[in-house]
């Protein structure tokens, strides 16, 4: 199942890409996750608390531009065509 | 027959937008006879960041299709408000120099009161709520996206 | 060389000067670089009086050897203020039609706290101490002085 | 001994001048408050008070760019050549 991620701020400067696409066995965000970490090593830092085990406090989840609110988002399940992004507190100029 | 479109609030490239067309659209507005006040922000890139490390030069990036319906909630609920007749806020993007434009919020009042409070809750909304980063790059080299 | 020369504060006829030439002076002050935003309030001429008459066009008189000593004042004043870099204030007169700008206030500051609160106190100070008058000329006929 | 009056807003509507010269005896303001509203009938409303006796709190004097305050500014005294301006409250746009 292939969903798309889009990469803002330290994201675009950590992969150099805008989007990318990614195949996914299980329907969870929680693969995903896994997935990035393991492709990107500095994302560890910025994606998960410092146990490594739940999303940062600091991050914004949006799925198809409707941000999602909950305890346990890392199991919220996504859809093939799917275009998440991961958001760190903005900061207009 | 006016031919002047009304200018849309939102995410641009940097320089894409003048001071001078917002407010000239602001003036197209159909109730701008109710206006008695045109209150303007422009947001700029500052030599020393908050931490005092000299900024040679800013980043700014945007998820653009977010910030743009964040831009337009924060103008429609401001003009529900007594006494505000228009509000605009064109944000950019891109790669910005010293003294460089990032941000015009405008807005259009009946009395300047309500013009002072509208624009200063403008731009608090934007810099908390839509989804702008902005990374410094400072003269030792050394970058950092501000949270 | 930078030929462009420092734009006075004062009294001015209608139109004489553009918003757009009193930022770029702002932006050109030595200081340019401790400045993070620029803030503008414009006056333009409402249709509706205080007390709700209609408005249809306006006049300003000036007696501007006073006036323009008491803008340098309020200038110099706020200038003095903790992060404030530049203050410009132009104010116009003539005859003026309705959504014609009236005046110009331009605050340059380090942050935007202290530009918001200098732009409104140089508004209340003009409004209150320049030797300006302004007359509404009223859609009957009848005109006013207003105090 | 020629003084010469400035006229703003509602003075220069009435006297339909931007200025004017009066040829004085006596010294003081009070002379040339009375010649005014002798030959502008309109200005004595906007000069004195209810009592027509002193300075209405409404007129600011201004002699030679420089404001005159006091108790007893009607009895000022005035220079050959003195520009004097007559200011109801300012009105800034």
Redesign the interface.
């Known amino acids: 199942m292939l969903v798309e991620v889009?990469y803002?701020?330290?994201f675009?400067?950590i992969t150099k890409k805008d989007t990318e696409k990614f195949d996914l066995s299980s329907k969870n965000l929680k693969e995903l996750i896994d997935l990035l970490i393991k492709k990107y090593d500095p994302m560890l830092e910025l994606l998960l608390d410092k146990k490594n085990e739940s999303l940062s406090n600091?991050i914004s989840v949006?799925v198809n531009?409707k941000p999602i609110h909950g305890q346990d988002v890392l199991s919220i399940f996504l859809n093939e065509g799917d275009k998440i992004?991961l958001?760190?507190?903005?900061?207009?100029? | 027959m006016n031919e002047t479109k009304e200018l849309r609030s939102g995410i641009y490239n940097k320089g894409e937008i003048t001071?001078?067309e917002i407010?000239k659209s602001v003036?197209n507005n159909p109730k701008?006879?109710?206006?008695?006040?045109?209150?303007?922000?422009?947001?700029?890139?500052?030599?020393?960041s908050k931490e005092g490390k000299q900024v040679k030069s800013?980043k700014?990036?945007?998820?653009d299709?977010?910030a743009n319906?964040t831009i337009d909630d924060i103008c429609e609920s401001l003009k529900k408000k007594n006494g505000i007749i228009d509000v605009k806020i064109v944000?950019?993007k891109g790669d910005?120099s010293?003294?460089d434009d990032?941000?015009y919020v405008v807005v259009g009042s009946?009395h300047?009161e309500e013009?002072?409070d509208a624009?200063?809750n403008a731009?608090d909304l934007?810099?908390?709520?839509?989804?702008?980063?902005?990374?410094e790059d400072f003269i030792d080299g050394t970058s950092k996206?501000?949270?």
Chains 1, 4 share one sequence.
């Open positions: 889009l803002f701020a330290e675009k400067d600091n949006i531009n992004a958001l760190l507190p903005v900061s207009g100029g | 001071l001078d407010i003036k701008i006879k109710n206006v008695g006040s045109i209150h303007v922000f422009t947001g700029i890139v500052r030599e020393s800013m700014i990036d945007s998820f299709d977010m319906i944000h950019f910005f010293l003294s990032l941000v009946a300047r013009g002072f624009i200063k731009v934007y810099k908390k709520k839509i989804a702008v980063w902005k990374r996206w501000i949270h």
